[in-house]
């Protein structure tokens, strides 16, 4: 069951892949990207990597600063869920029942940091589709990370140019974690994908 789905993901992205005119140049910068995740885990531990400064300093040639803040109604949202998407992209406070975020040209984005010209988006809570073996649980699944798989792609394709604009994806838990980064680095390499707890 879990290689049938894993199979079937597979060649959606590569369908997509074709689509999007991506070939052997996914390939390299697929390895690039795994690179760049290799030397920022590796950089964790560094004292620098783990100060957490802010700046209020925009990025000067950051074309997604022409985006606005926007109101997401977070009615039925975990509390978990909430609290990781504040805690990764440090939005403004928003009211009671919303989170703040980001529309850079009519595509939604959880977070945006200026002075990084950063993109982001904040997964949380989908460890509770897989089994202990890392399978799919429920027939439905697919469908949840196919939905995940658009919704990367469509960012990717709106968080231009790269550079400046970078776009992270970031998991609070292992297992969806592991499985995204397999599928998007495929996908959409230009996206960082970060195991973020």
Request: aromatic share 12%; with cysteine; hydrophobic share 40%.
């Amino acid at each position: 069951m879990v290689a049938i789905a894993f199979t079937a993901i597979e060649a959606a992205v590569a369908r997509v892949l074709v689509a999007l005119g991506v070939g052997a140049v996914a390939g390299a910068a697929g390895e690039a990207a795994r690179k760049r995740q290799k030397e920022a885990d590796e950089a964790k531990a560094a004292p620098i990597a783990r100060a957490d400064v802010r700046t209020k300093e925009k990025c000067k040639n950051c074309t997604a600063d022409e985006g606005k803040p926007y109101l997401r109604n977070t009615a039925g949202w975990p509390e978990t869920s909430i609290a990781y998407q504040i805690r990764i992209t440090q939005m403004p406070p928003a009211p009671p029942g919303f989170l703040t975020e980001w529309d850079f040209g009519g595509t939604k984005f959880d977070g945006f940091r200026s002075a990084e010209c950063l993109l982001m988006e904040a997964k949380a809570r989908y460890d509770q589709f897989f089994d202990e073996w890392g399978g799919f649980k429920y027939r439905f699944q697919d469908k949840i990370f196919m939905g995940m798989l658009d919704e990367a792609v469509k960012q990717n394709n709106a968080a231009v140019p790269k550079p400046p604009i970078q776009l992270q994806w970031y998991f609070m838990e292992p297992t969806s974690y592991r499985y995204m980064s397999k599928i998007l680095s495929r996908a959409t390499p230009q996206i960082e994908v970060l195991y973020r707890p």
